[in-house]
């Protein structure tokens, strides 16, 4: 006769808990969502749904393989790996990858578009210029260097 007979159940695992983060967060618009206004955020986005509208985020804004956009998109950083048709402001940089399809016009220093990205419209690359005027202007000769002998230009024309 056993008194201290005991029986083992079987232990659960506890969830873990997730460290809170001090980084900004990231919010997933889902597969079966489709939102049709204006989508503001401080926040990175995920976008595996459809969006129709406007969409200004301050950090970085994923179209996802599944993501379907019909909307002005303002964001730091615009990656697309989706559908996408209106047109994209990247503060920093905007990209197409493989899978990637934009029918609208880019606006961003930086551009990229991978060998099998769809891109149709025009691209304006701002920044580039205000960085390099310094230069350009520390590089111009003197114009009145071609008087006095100095290295003139061999290309420039000469009026008589």
Do not use: C, W
Request: hydrophobic share 35%.
């Amino acid at each position: 006769m056993s008194v201290f007979n005991q029986k083992k159940f079987p232990e659960t695992p506890l969830p873990a808990t997730p460290a809170p983060s001090t980084a900004s967060q990231s919010s997933l618009i889902g597969n079966t969502l489709l939102i049709k206004g204006e989508v503001f955020s401080e926040d990175e986005i995920l976008i595996e749904g459809r969006i129709q509208g406007k969409i200004n985020v301050k950090n970085r804004v994923i179209i996802g393989v599944n993501g379907n956009v019909e909307a002005e998109v303002e964001a730091r950083e615009v990656i697309i790996k989706g559908k996408v048709t209106g047109n994209i402001k990247g503060a920093q940089r905007v990209e197409i990858v493989p899978s990637g399809v934009l029918h609208g016009n880019i606006n961003s220093p930086r551009v990229v578009i991978a060998d099998s990205g769809v891109f149709e419209g025009n691209i304006e690359m701002h920044g580039r210029e205000e960085k390099n005027k310094g230069r350009e202007d520390a590089a111009v000769p003197n114009s009145h260097a071609a008087d006095a002998g100095e290295h003139p230009n061999p290309y420039a024309k000469i009026k008589k």
